[in-house]
T-cell receptor, first 113, second 113 residues
Framework: GAVVSQHPSWVICKSGTSVKIECRSLDFQATTMFWYRQFPKQSLMLMATSNEGSKATYEQGVEKDKFLINHASLTLSTLTVTSAHPEDSSFYIC?????????FGPGTRLTVL | QKEVEQNSGPLSVPEGAIASLNCTYSDRVSQSFFWYRQYSGKSPELIMSIYSNGDKEDGRFTAQLNKASQYVSLLIRDSQPSDSATYLCAVIPLYQAGTALIFGKGTTLSVSS
């Protein structure tokens, strides 16, 4: 299958700081990438759909000013959690689709102190 | 509202047995169906995709699709302890490049040795 990478794999930050998570498609070009969040023992929640060269589409209830998404190239999308708070601590996973199949990055575990 | 339903489990089977995981979906026009495996603390991994009615086999895994009944299942033969994970059923209502997967909440499988 296609390979999606994420960086960093984990991050610990202080409350009020911003954190950037990178998502890269390594062996294919992705015009569309998806960002999910998963809290412990809960299901995946789609946060937003990231489109190369245009604004992201956010799901209802997701603050677009808090979770900034930039999809500047066909292989890179970034998610920036601005002014992070402890309730933003979660597992953030990006995903990209190729040939109708969707592949996930390894995820980024964010802990906000 | 489009929904994907799964029994949360846990489903417990002994090593070597067949594990049967089931999923129903509400959107009759759904065309693409997927099974993902997610180990605790890891991101989902695509294990099967199925688009046509009937069975699709890949190694120890068999996906079954019945569009008339809006039902998709995953059989795991010769279950191994390493198969213990959460299995997520996912659906794309109609193939569109920008449409995110709709996930069920997952079924937890436990294979005892």
């Amino acid at each position: 299958g296609a390979v999606v990478s994420q960086h960093p794999s984990w991050v610990i930050c202080k409350s009020g700081t911003s954190v950037k998570i990178e998502c890269r498609s390594l062996d294919f070009q992705a015009t569309t990438m998806f960002w999910y969040r998963q809290f412990p023992k809960q299901s995946l929640m789609l946060m937003a759909t990231s489109n190369e060269g245009s604004k992201a589409t956010y799901e209802q209830g997701v603050e677009k000013d808090k979770f900034l998404i930039n999809h500047a190239s066909l292989t890179l999308s970034t998610l920036t959690v601005t002014s992070a708070h402890p309730e933003d601590s979660s597992f953030y996973i990006c995903s990209a689709r190729v040939h109708n199949e969707q592949f996930f990055g390894p995820g980024t575990r964010l802990t906000v102190l | 509202q489009k929904e994907v339903e799964q029994n949360s489990g846990p489903l417990s089977v002994p090593e070597g047995a067949i594990a049967s995981l089931n999923c129903t979906y509400s959107d009759r026009v759904s065309q693409s169906f997927f099974w993902y495996r997610q180990y605790s603390g890891k991101s989902p991994e695509l294990i099967m995709s199925i688009y046509s009615n009937g069975d699709k086999e890949d190694g120890r895994f068999t996906a079954q699709l019945n569009k008339a009944s809006q039902y998709v299942s995953l059989l795991i033969r010769d279950s191994q302890p390493s198969d213990s994970a959460t299995y997520l059923c996912a659906v794309i209502p109609l193939y569109q490049a920008g449409t995110a997967l709709i996930f069920g909440k997952g079924t937890t499988l436990s294979v005892s040795s």
